[in-house]
């Protein structure tokens, strides 16, 4: 029996317990909407642009300096 206030894990997740055909039926879940939006709005930052670059000098230079103005 939950107490007052108490949410199952499926509430907390976003993923409601759904019966086979429901769950066939859905084609995204909540946290997979959620994880396309995030991968999305990362990619729009200014700095994304520089990722590459940036991967390639951590990867080459033990100590590296980042800043931006």
Known sequence: M???GERT???VSGVAA???EG???RK???PVK???KITEDISKLP???L???IVSTVESHQVNLLFAL
Do not use: H, W
Request: aromatic share 0%.
């Open 47 to 49: 700095i994304a642009s």
């Open 2 to 4: 939950q107490r007052r």
């Open 34 to 36: 959620r994880t396309v």
């Open 51 to 53: 990722k590459d670059t």
């Open 18 to 20: 759904v019966g086979e």
């Open 23 to 25: 769950a066939a039926a």
């Open 28 to 30: 995204l879940t909540t």
């Open 9 to 11: 894990a499926e509430a």
